[in-house]
């Protein structure tokens, strides 16, 4: 049977709204300062109305990267707006804390796929799965 439900998927696959970034810091002096002002935007962003989860990385020797997860683009961008955010994104902008930054916002397609027990595949007779093409 082939579905495109993903009601029982994890909510981060039901996001409307991604966000995707990543700030490459000046060096450790920098990513303490980060690492103090953390703790207030990661509460209000699980507090967020629309928030669905979020994944934080390292790359080194001093980068960081988010990737957070919404229902919607407009309730990312009220998170963007909020005190917390908006202060740590100015401290972030000041000369000397970060060499270099990106940000994307990406829009999942209403019909996506995915891979393993929420896969919106199925099988044939002879046993192999048949996979929606992208």
């Not at 953390?38 to 390292?58: C, D, E, K, N, T």
């Not at 790359?59 to 990267?65: A, L, N, Q, R, W």
């Not at 401290?91 to 027990?117: C, E, H, K, S």
Request: glycine fraction near 8%.
């Amino acid at each position: 049977m082939r579905t495109h439900d993903f009601s029982a998927a994890p909510a981060i696959a039901r996001a409307g709204s991604i966000f995707h970034g990543r700030t490459a810091y000046s060096g450790i002096r920098a990513l303490l300062g980060l690492f103090l002002r953390w703790p207030r935007v990661r509460r209000s962003m699980r507090q967020a109305p629309g928030y669905l989860g979020h994944r934080v990385w390292y790359g080194f020797p001093y980068t960081i990267g988010t990737t957070s997860f919404w229902e919607t683009h407009e309730q990312l961008l009220a998170f963007a707006r909020s005190a917390e955010h908006r202060e740590a994104t100015a401290w972030m902008q000041r000369p000397g804390v970060a060499r270099a930054a990106f940000i994307r916002y990406l829009t999942p397609l209403p019909d996506g796929n995915a891979i393993g027990a929420w896969s919106a595949t199925s099988s044939d007779s002879t046993g192999s799965e048949t996979r929606r093409s992208a």
